[in-house]
């Protein structure tokens, strides 16, 4: 089991950043992808950012693409959205997970999941 808990959420006024945190707890945290996702008010999740187990590939929704920067400190256990120039939008719930299909990269399936955080972009 890998235990997930997201941080970093809050309000913040449309261009402004954010970085959000994804600690992980449980089994050996630098086996698994991660990925972010996000799910607002009334619509589907969806996908933001992911990055592989190594931190050396990456990628991104084009919605994001330029302005969003997904990491990770495997020594740290925790990966890192770096969200600049935010839109209203782009208020949600923000997720991260992690997969253990690292080897199928892009990842598609995620395993275990936290609670998420909101991010709140006013205009």
């Known amino acids: 089991q890998v235990q997930l808990v997201e941080s970093g959420g809050g309000y913040v006024q449309a261009g402004g950043s954010l970085r959000l945190s994804c600690a992980a707890s449980?089994?050996?945290?630098?086996?698994?992808?991660v990925g972010w996702f996000r799910q607002a008010p009334g619509k589907e999740r969806a996908f933001v950012a992911g990055i592989s187990w190594s931190g050396g590939r990456t990628n991104y929704a084009d919605s994001v693409k330029g302005r969003f920067t997904i990491s990770r400190n495997n020594a740290k256990n925790t990966v890192y959205l770096q969200m600049n120039s935010l839109k209203p939008e782009e208020t949600a719930v923000y997720y991260c997970?992690?997969?253990?299909?690292?080897?199928?990269?892009?990842?598609?399936?995620?395993?275990?999941w936290g609670q998420g955080t909101q991010v709140t972009v006013s205009s």
């Open positions: 997970a992690a997969s253990q299909w690292d080897s199928r990269w892009p990842v598609y399936e995620y395993d275990y």
């Open positions: 449980g089994r050996t945290f630098s086996n698994y992808a």
